[in-house]
């Protein structure tokens, strides 16, 4: 089934390692995103990649970084985790940067991240 | 700054209907968005309005009005598995996603 594979579903991390959540496209889309989810918050773009090869800093992009080797895959790595990086990650694609085409987002099932 | 404003929580009826409103302050505007998220899973996209005026799928219709600020979903002939939060989006100028922090909706029998 095509769409978007992230890994892991969960995971429980000591603050100060280093941690690298995984995403996978298969539908050929242009766009990625990395969002973090925080109760009583809405969604916040960490990094977001409009094509492959360049990246860009979102709202909150502090303590993460990401890269775009190739269309498909997305990594982001927290180089050392803090407990404040506790948080539901979405990993997102559009066919176009924005989502402007047809306004659609699709999403990843979510990496569940607890720094302790 | 930017604003996105939708209550937090509302409680309805299976078989009734229910409106939930979503009033924006942006910088620009290219769109607004809704997404249903039920719990513990990712959004799934329901709507997308650019114009103003009434967007109707099926048992789920989306508002806009562009001089207000002013979106809203509204849902029909509820049903349990409507029970889920509903995530309110305006595309900026920069064609970046402002999300609101959802409204959950509780459906009762």
């Known amino acids: 089934i095509a769409g978007i594979t992230q890994a892991p579903t969960s995971q429980i991390l000591a603050a100060g390692r280093r941690m690298t959540l995984r995403c996978t496209q298969d539908?050929?889309?242009?766009?990625m995103y990395w969002y973090r989810q925080d109760l009583g918050l809405g969604l916040r773009l960490i990094h977001y990649s409009n094509t492959a090869g360049t990246t860009g800093k979102g709202e909150v992009p502090d303590g993460y970084s990401v890269s775009r080797a190739n269309t498909d895959d997305f990594p982001l790595t927290l180089a050392s985790a803090v407990p404040s990086q506790t948080s539901v990650y979405f990993c997102?694609?559009?066919?176009?940067?924005?989502?402007?085409?047809?306004?659609?987002?699709?999403f990843g099932e979510g990496s569940r991240l607890t720094v302790l | 700054g930017q604003n996105i404003d939708q209550p937090t929580e509302m409680t309805a009826t299976e078989g009734a209907i229910v409106q939930i409103n979503c009033t924006y302050q942006?910088?620009?505007?290219?769109?607004l968005f809704w997404y249903q998220q039920h719990a513990g899973e990712a959004p799934t996209f329901l709507s997308y309005?650019?114009l103003d005026g009434l967007e109707e799928k099926g048992r789920f219709s989306s508002f806009l009005s562009r001089s207000k600020g002013y979106s809203y979903l509204l849902l029909k002939e509820l049903q349990m598995k409507d029970s889920a939060s509903y995530l309110c989006?305006?595309?900026?100028?920069?064609?970046?996603?402002?999300w609101g922090a959802g409204t959950k909706l509780i459906i009762k029998p």
């Open positions: 942006t910088s620009g505007f290219n769109g």
């Open positions: 997102a694609s559009s066919r176009l940067a924005g989502g402007a085409d047809t306004g659609e987002l699709f």
């Open positions: 309005n650019v």
């Open positions: 989006a305006v595309m900026d100028s920069n064609y970046q996603l402002i």
């Open positions: 539908m050929r889309h242009n766009a």
